[in-house]
């Protein structure tokens, strides 16, 4: 069975810092670019960051998260994730994890996982 499990999330301070992770299962993990996608409260999902599936394991940010965000992807645990640093008050979001494999229309989405900022 294909799946992309979130976990991690939770209430953060302002300032505070959280790790969320991305099981990915059923598929050859290493051959997927991975990102994850954040979607607020009335607002459209948006990408927060990416990292590519070769070995230069390219990462692009949102410039809201530049410098507080970090991705990082295990390939041998099958397993992306997000280090999130300097919480802001207004980043109550769900997360979501993608996976897609370039050049081709497999792409896989996780049922997410909730980050509240505490006022």
């Known amino acids: 069975q294909v799946q992309l499990v979130e976990s991690g999330g939770g209430l953060v301070q302002p300032g505070g810092s959280l790790r969320l992770s991305c099981a990915g299962s059923?598929?050859?993990?290493?051959?997927?670019?991975m990102s994850w996608y954040r979607q607020g409260p009335g607002k459209e999902r948006e990408l927060v960051a990416s990292?590519?599936?070769?070995?230069?394991?390219?990462?692009n940010y949102v410039d809201a998260v530049k410098g507080r965000f970090n991705i990082a992807r295990d390939d041998a645990k099958s397993t992306m994730f997000l280090q999130m640093n300097s919480q802001q008050s207004d980043n109550t979001s769900m997360y979501y994890c993608?996976?897609?494999?370039?050049?081709?229309?497999?792409?896989?989405w996780g049922q997410g996982t909730q980050v509240t900022a505490s006022p």
């Open positions: 993608y996976a897609r494999r370039l050049y081709t229309n497999d792409d896989k």
């Open positions: 059923g598929f050859i993990f290493r051959n997927y670019a």
């Open positions: 990292i590519g599936s070769t070995s230069g394991r390219a990462t």
